[in-house]
């Protein structure tokens, strides 16, 4: 089983709202990303647990924030977003070791009004 | 610091063309590299990769990569093309022991013509 999933799929958010993305894996991979992706171009690295620990983060601005509560998920605690965050937001997961393959989940569409 | 060019933003091909997508790498050593492809609106789905031995990597739905170390480059290809092979494709690059991080390409949209 190589599937990763994410929940919601869209989201519609005002500037003042807090909310969550979710990600969850069952490959027993001990890494895991969140990377966010605007149209018509790659995707950007935002954040790497290693073994449950943050291990990279990327400068990404405070309003996200992410934790990892076991092996299993990964959560991007979003608040007071800008319209500019608006984008395709991706989680990945592999062996935490390095360059390991990544296996990424079918993303959330984040919309920011 | 490593890096990944794809040459090709768009390409077209009929329907039973022949494919080769274009990536070109900078990296003192030999790389981990990788091939995704992503659907409109999808996740990035890994069509092949390759870590060492044999430079011809075959992956899913038909395609093949070939690693060549003196052109830098690891061009993916596929004999005949599907109208469902119509996406964006991605080659990324890992640095062996030099933690999780990968470096993508900026893409290449395929178009096919039926």
């Known amino acids: 089983d190589t599937e990763v999933t994410q929940t919601p799929k869209h989201l519609v958010m005002g500037m003042t709202n807090k909310k969550s993305l979710k990600c969850e894996q069952h490959?027993?991979?001990?890494?895991m990303y969140w990377y966010k992706q605007k149209a018509k171009k790659p995707p950007e690295l935002m954040f790497v647990?290693?073994?449950?620990?943050?291990?990279i983060n990327e400068s990404v601005p405070s309003r996200f924030s992410p934790e990892c509560p076991n092996s299993s998920l990964l959560n991007l605690h979003l608040h007071a977003l800008q319209p500019e965050d608006s984008a395709l937001y991706l989680c990945?997961?592999?062996?935490?070791?390095?360059?390991?393959?990544?296996?990424f989940g079918p993303g959330t569409r984040l919309l920011v009004l | 610091a490593q890096s990944v060019t794809q040459p090709d933003i768009h390409i077209t091909v009929s329907e039973g063309a022949s494919l080769e997508l274009r990536c070109n790498y900078s990296?003192?050593?030999?790389?981990?590299l990788f091939w995704y492809v992503q659907s409109p609106g999808q996740g990035l789905q890994l069509l092949l990769k390759?870590?060492?031995?044999?430079?011809l990597v075959q992956g899913i739905k038909g395609f093949e990569a070939e690693f060549k170390r003196s052109q830098s480059s690891f061009n993916l290809r596929k004999p005949s093309v599907h109208w469902s092979d119509a996406a964006e494709y991605f080659c990324?690059?890992?640095?062996?022991?030099?933690?999780?991080?990968?470096?993508f390409g900026t893409g290449t949209q395929l178009k096919v013509e039926l």
């Open positions: 990296y003192g050593a030999t790389p981990y």
């Open positions: 647990y290693s073994y449950e620990k943050l291990s």
């Open positions: 390759y870590f060492s031995g044999d430079t």
């Open positions: 490959m027993g991979h001990r890494a």
């Open positions: 990324a690059v890992g640095e062996p022991g030099g933690g999780n991080k990968l470096t």
């Open positions: 990945a997961s592999s062996q935490a070791r390095s360059s390991e393959t990544q296996y």
